[in-house]
Structures are given as structure tokens and as C-alpha cells.
């Protein structure tokens, strides 16, 4: 009896300690083999794979997670800490030091995700492209080595991977459409794109331009107007490989001056979906049909729009205009057609690679879909 | 020193005199059941299964959402019951963000990110997973009835279900029985389950107000995440095979507070969440319930119960002797298996103190590399032992979870199934029905227009038909959206659509 209570006492005494912590899957430095303490603190520095050299500005996070439950598990909560590296590239995570209580809780996991537009994503657990599990994460004098992002890549696959909290989401935003757009036009298996990709060549990433489409004399000769313009680009949203745009902003006048040039170079499928999603969503939209495969316009105020469609080159033409400087629909369509014309000057589209047919994954007798008969160990 | 005990860390450093200690503690800690971890496995398999299926789609071209399943949606939590928000408020605030679907503080999170929440959810508090077992050959969830298990795992659970200290510890009322799967699938206090999913997916279409239709989305998303998480737990043997004491009662934890499945906990530190293998192609099934069981046996649970052993439903030791042969142990193993099937095959009794493997039958001609491992069991002095292994789990996961993703996303098309086109031109709506399973019953489409605020109002309802109906629109209105809520041959059915009036 005496024994009993002895235990019970033992265990309702661990019930007021602290957490439990698991052991840590990566060692505590990158020449060691000894685990690291999950609790941290956790260092290293953000470096450019191709270059070698520091990175400055990239996003670090790093997560705990929390459990509890004697009986069963369960998220119980979560400690997030979000630095950027400094010029020399290096992080600090500070250790862990406000701990969950009770005999229940637990540690459950560390997790650091590192982001720099332009280069692939970083997680200390697995690596993209594929899905493999990382093995070089250290607690301490950590190198992060960031890839640069290549073409051939999908920001679908890439943000489905990246993960990370809500300030990794908002540095990454810029990508959402590209991955929306890659899940609109492409219907092939995610992982089976993501193989190809590790085959696929080092690249470098060329930026969309579509400077040579239109300028300044062209749209004056054509809407008859005399002042200045200052060109720039529409803030909304960034270039890319597949998309660029031009703001022709009327100095010293307002808005209902200006011109605007969105272009999109998606390839046939997704430009087809990226028209369409235009047309469900700019206000007033109406078909015109008057420009390419396939146009309309569409009108916001004192702005009116003009979306036309080249199915040849996959390309999707946005074009803007206020009442002030196009006074009449034709002038829109005139300068619309004018950057049709242009649209062969386009520098060449970098190639994105087809799956190969050894990435289709093989036959397996479990599978269902593969085989949906029944096996015969599936018919007692 | 407890202290330092219950630390991972420090358990290489185990006095002698915790010893007793040690021995005891299993018998007095009720032990973790959280089915494939939702942190990681349910989180990877959720996200597979929607990529796999046509979500995107739907929510781009029916819904109005651009991006798709890369929408930012938020869930404003004034927009709830203030119990309801405190309450899922609670369970979202747990994730970790580094899995990229905890929602920010302004309640925004990706669409994708919302439906793999529910599915992580679904198990929190994690008293709720003794609600994601469910038997297909009794028809029955978790029940302690049946099968004779090794007296440590009685002595076990004497004290498991001694309920006051453990009550007291962990605040849940667990004694080892739950509702079956299906039946708590359809259960209106699950706040992820199906009647969840369908009401709030109309309310995100019909709702008068814009932040609130967002907000309806977000749930209906989340549990659109809680049904699949129902179902991926029909492809986990432990929780078709009525094995909570064999399989979550065993050794294998990090501590002596941390025992739990092996083969989850393989899984979970084997794929993590990222590292998940892709859906195979989605699995088309008559009904709901049908991909989790159904007459024909080719439910998830049906096909999962009857091709895989859970760790407490291996045969029991086998005494042999030298005399003994293979086909004489094999039988004499049958006999102690709680389930027909799989069945076991012919035993090599060959080789002491080696380790062998049956393999699943009906892949003989399989290469080597495909085949799958079944269990394994190894001769001793005196007997054979059957045990399932790392190498078992590898091919267990490299079948199941493919197999769990594509029944997954089968269930997300099937409920998605019916679609609501809305031809809009010339100041008049053309609206009809496709992708419905037989006839429509019970239920019209019911249309509703917003005006320049924003604000939706009903203002027709028409027949639930591939003949398109044609209606006029009201003036001033920016948008028509419409909702059927009916059934068809395939059981309950929700269909929303909503498109700009050019």
C-alpha cells in the first residue's frame, strides 16, 4: 500500500513540472552527431547557393509545437519567433524560455523556415524540390543554402511546402497567383511535376519585360495627347517571369490620364483561365471581341479597360485607359491592337519542362485507382 | 528529479532508484490514441487529397474565389456564436504555424490551409479521436469486447480505466469506447462533420451579408478538413480493427507519458506533413458513406481492415517444435487471429533466431521491390512470435497513404459533385443543374442577387433540372448567386455557384 501511494505521489509530483521535450532530430552543430536541445537558442546564416554569399533580408521563422494529454494528444499551442537576416546574412532565434506546464505537456516539435523571393524556400525538416527529408539542419552555426528559384519550378508545389506562419505567407504573396494559375492551367499529379523538376537543369530566372510594347510617342500619336508621362510600373503586382506591366502615369494630371499595360505570358492553357478569371471579375465586364482570339472591355468609374486574349502565344493583354486621355473606345482598341502587333518583340519563352514518363509513379496492387478491380486478397 | 525524468533528454540518465518507477508509470498513464498524428500525417494527407481533387476548380469557377485554393479567406470570429469562437478559436490558435495552415490574427488563412485546420482539429481536444474508430465487420467503434490481449495490457487498462486519477489528469472522460466513425460523421455536435460542412457551405452563399458569408466559407472548409480526417482514419489498421490497447498501449514513446502506435509514429517522423506521398487518382464511390464502408467491401475501412494487421491484432505466439512444420504453425496462427482476414500464409520455420516476413497475398508476381510485407515474425527456442516491424510499416505506409489521399479526394468531388450553372446575359439568368446523381429530390435553386453593398436578397427559386430555367435580373444587381440543398441518388447534396452580372 505504502508503495502505491509512494507512486501516486511520485507521479502527481511530475504532474507539476514542466514539459516534456523530444528529442531533437537534428544535431546541435554541423560537425557534431550529438542532438540538439529543442529548446534552442538557434543561430546560422542565410547564404546564396550560387554566389556563397550572404543573403540579407530573408524571412526566418521559427516554430514550436506544442502538445498535451496523458490520454490522448493533441495541439495544445505553439511559440513563434520571426526575424529577418541582417546584412551579413545571420539569425538569431533566442532559446525557448516560456514553457508549457503541466506533466502533460510536450514539445513536440522545432521548426525553422526560411524565405527570400527569388530563391526556393527552406525548411529544416524537408527539402523542395521533392519531398525529401533534410539531414544538414543544425541548432547552432547553421547554413542555410538558398537556391535560386527556376522556371521549371511551381509556386503551387513550392507554397504547398513552404508552409510557415502568417508573415511567411505575406512575403510569399506574391506568388499566389502564379500558383493558382499553375492549378488552373495544369492537371498533372503535383509530385509527378515536382520529380521532373529535380531533373531539370540549372537555369537562370529571366524577368518578363514588355518595355518594347508600347511608349510614350505611340500612345500621344494616338490619343493626340501633348504633355509628359512618367513610366514606371503598376504597383499591384510584381514581375515576374510570366508577368510585367507598364503604368504611363500623366504628369501633372489626374488618374483619368493615365494608361496601363498588364501582360501575362502563361502558355495556352492558363492564359485561356487567366481570361476568363478577368472577365468574372473586372467590373462591367462585356465582350467585344474586337482585339485577338478574343476581347472585352470592361469600366470602373472614369477608367475604361480593354482584355484581349492570343492563344497562340498564351499571352493575356490587360489595357488600361481613363476618359481623359482615351475620349473615345476606339482610341483603347487602337492602342490595344498596337501592342498585338508588338507581341512577336516579346523575348522567347523559357521553357518549363514536361513530366518525362519515368515520373509516373509505378503500378502498385494496393492502389485503387491504378487497379480498380478487385484484388484477390481483396474478395473473401 | 521527476523533473528531469519526464525530460527525453534526460532519460539516459535514469537513476536506479526511479526504477520502480518506471516499471509502474505505464501501468498508471492512460496512453496516446491520436490516430495518424494530425500535426503531420493528417495535415500531409489532407493536402494531397485536395490538390488531388477539383477543389481548386470549385472554388475558382463556382465560388467566385480567383485563387482558388490559394484564396485568402477570412474567418471573423464576431461573426460566431461567442462560445463557438472561444471555442474553435481555441483549437485553431494550437497549430503550429510552421504547417502553414494556422490562420493569422486577422483570421485569414489560404483556403487549402482552412480544410487541412479542420483536419487537425477534428482531433482536438484529442479526446475526440475515440470518436475515429469504427469496426466495419461488427459495424462498431471502439469497444474494449473482444480479444484476448497480453496480461500487461490488461493490467494496463485496469488502471486506464480506473478514471479518477486519469480523469483528473487529463481532463477527458475516455474509457475506451467511442462512437463509430460513421456515426459521429454525421453527428450534429461534431462542429467538422458533415452537417457542419453542408450548412455552412450554403451559408457562404446565402448569407445577406459579405464578412459573414466569408466566415461561413472558412467553416465549411474546416469541416470539409473534419470529414476527411474521419475517413483517412478508416486507413489506419488500428482504428478498423478495434485495436486501441494492442496498438496504442505498447512500447515505443519518446517517455513514459509518450507511448503511442508505432506505425503512426513512423509515419509521423517518416513523412512529416511535407514529405505525405501525392493522392492516387480519386476513387469514385456511390455514396458518403460507401468510402468509408459499404456491401461491396471496397470501402476505405473495408479494404484497410481486411489487407492490413494492426499491432494488437497479430497471431499469438505459436509454440513449435522440432517436429513441427510450417503449415501446422500457420494454422495453429490462424486460430488466434481475432479477424479472417488477411490470412496467413505458408511459414518458414527454417533458420532460428531469423527474421521473416509473410507477404500480402494476391501480388505474387510482383517484383521483389513491390512486394508488400505483411508481418513478421521471427522462431525461437520453442515458438515463433509475430510482430509487425520498421520494414513492415514502410510498405504498409507506401500503400496506405496513397490509397487514404485518393479515397480522400474522391470523398471532396463526390461532395462537391452537383453544379449550378448560372448563364448570364442580356439582363436574364439561365440556370441548371449537372454532375447530380439521378434524380433531384427535396430541393429547389434557390437565387439570390447583391447589390452595389454588397447585400444578397432571394429572389427566386426555380426547379433543380439539366433544362435551363431563365429568369430576369433585378435591377442594380452586381452579382447572382444561388444554393440547392436537396438529395439525389447519392444521398444529401449542397451546390452553390455565384457569377458577376456583366
Redesign the interface.
Known sequence: MR?VVL??A??A???A??P????A?FAVRPDSIR?A?LLGPYDGIVIDADLDRPIAGATV?A?W??????????????R?VVVQTGADGRYTIPRLDDLPEG??A?I??F?L?VYHRGHVGW?S??VFPG???RRDFSQRGNRVRLDRWQPAYLH?TH????????K??LAAAWE??A??LE??GEHL????RAKSETTTAQVGLTMLDITKLLNDDEIRGVTGYVGKFEDGKLSDLPTTEFYDSRHFKALGKPESFDVGLRVWRLGAAASEVQYN?L???L????ATDEVGDGSFRAQSGEIGGLVFLVRERGVVVSMTCGSGQCSEPAQLAKLAKLVESRLPELPPEQPRLAPTPEAV??S???????KPT?????S? | M??A?????ARTRVHSSLQ??LA??PL???????AYD??TTHAGLT?QAV??SEL??VL?HRL?R??????PIVLNRADLDPTLARVLGGRL??????????????G???A?AWVVAGA?IA?????R??NLFFDPSRGSGLTQAGGAFQVGHDLRMLF?EGGG??AA??G?T?NLTGRPSPEWLLAPENDVGLPAFYDQLEQATIAERPGPRATALARALLALGGTLAVLEDAGDPAHVRNDFRGAYLGDGG??L??R?SPFERYVA??????????A????NRPTVMAYITAAD??GLAD?TQ??FFSDGTLPEPVVVDRLTTGVEAMRDARESLPY???TLPHLDLTGMGDIHYAY????PG?PPA?R?RLLAYLRVPGRVRFFLDRAVYQDSA???L??IG??AAGLVDHLFRADIHLEIKAGSVAVSVTGARGIVRKGEVRLYFEDASGRRSGFASVPASTTPSTLTIPAGARRIAAALRAEDDAGELVAVAE??V?
Open positions: 508503495r507512486l501516486l511520485m507521479v509530483a511530475s504532474a513540472c514542466g516534456l521535450i523530444e528529442r532530430p542532438p536541445d521563422a516554430a509545437a506544442f502538445e498535451n494529454g496523458i490520454g490522448f494528444h493533441a495541439p495544445s499551442g505553439s513563434e506533466a502533460s510536450r513536440r516539435r521548426t523556415v525548411r525538416d524537408r519531398q525529401a527529408a503551387a507554397l504547398v511546402f513552404l508552409g510557415g506562419g502568417a511567411v505567407r499566389l497567383q500558383a493558382a492549378l488552373d499529379p503535383l509530385a509527378t478569371k472577365m468574372t471579375t467590373p462591367g465586364a462585356h509513379p509505378p502498385d496492387a494496393d492502389n485503387p485507382a491504378v478487385p484484388s484477390p486478397e481483396v473473401p | 521527476m523533473c525524468l519526464t525530460r527525453a533528454r520502480i518507477l509502474a508509470a498508471l498513464v492512460a496512453m496516446p490514441a491520436r494530425p500535426a493536402e490538390l488531388a481548386h476548380r475558382g467566385s480567383p485563387l482558388g485554393l490559394f484564396e490558435d494550437a497549430l503550429d504555424p510552421s504547417g502553414g495552415y494556422r490562420p493569422g490574427a486577422d485569414a488563412a489560404p487549402l487537425v482531433e482536438t481536444p484529442a479526446e479521436a475515440k486506464a486519477l486519469r489528469a487529463t477527458t475516455f519518446s517517455s507519458f509518450d503511442g517522423e517518416t513523412f512529416g506533413q511535407a514529405g505525405v506521398p501525392p492516387a487518382a480519386p476513387v467491401r471496397q479494404r481486411r489487407r479472417a482476414l488477411p500480402a497475398s494476391g501480388e510482383a513491390h508488400r507506401r500503400a496506405l496513397p490509397e485518393a479515397y457569377q458577376p456583366l
